[in-house]
């Protein structure tokens, strides 16, 4: 199992759930066969910008979901496995990924990843909203 940056990547995932703060993604990736965190920042821009093919990432994402009722700060777990990723590493991201859970422990949905065109803002703001039950307004959002 990988050794994790268990306080930095704390920080950061209290630094996402807060409501004070600008920041609303975290982003760990592999060191060698350590997951560290990589980044942390406001803009879905850069958040998509750290995604290759070749990488197995973990990242802790805050949207606003909700209709016009009701607006709540809801949480994903993106899970992502480049397609150039070897076998061997695929394989070791189910015990990681548990190792990761020991820290990001509370979000609306969990997310497995691997395309480019699903790492989209509004496809992911859908699935936190079908996660989140009733819907009570006209189905609008700002």
């Not at 950061?12 to 350590?34: F, H, L, P, Q």
């Not at 548990?98 to 949905?109: D, F, G, L, M």
């Amino acid at each position: 199992m990988a050794k994790i940056d268990k306080q930095a990547i704390r920080d950061a995932y209290e630094e996402v759930r807060n409501d004070g703060t600008d920041t609303n993604w975290a982003v760990m990736k592999y060191d060698g066969s350590d997951i560290v965190l990589s980044a942390t920042g406001s803009s879905f821009e850069d958040f998509a910008s750290n995604f290759s093919d070749d990488d197995r990432v973990y990242a802790f994402l805050r949207v606003v979901a909700g209709d016009e009722l009701s607006k709540r700060a809801k949480f994903a777990l993106i899970v992502w496995l480049g397609k150039n990723v070897s076998g061997i590493k695929r394989a070791r991201m189910g015990p990681d990924k548990s190792v990761v859970k020991e820290v990001i422990r509370s979000y609306a949905v969990e997310l497995m990843i691997n395309e480019k065109s699903e790492l989209n803002e509004d496809l992911i703001r859908k699935e936190i909203m079908k996660a989140g039950g009733a819907n009570y307004g006209t189905g609008t959002r700002d």
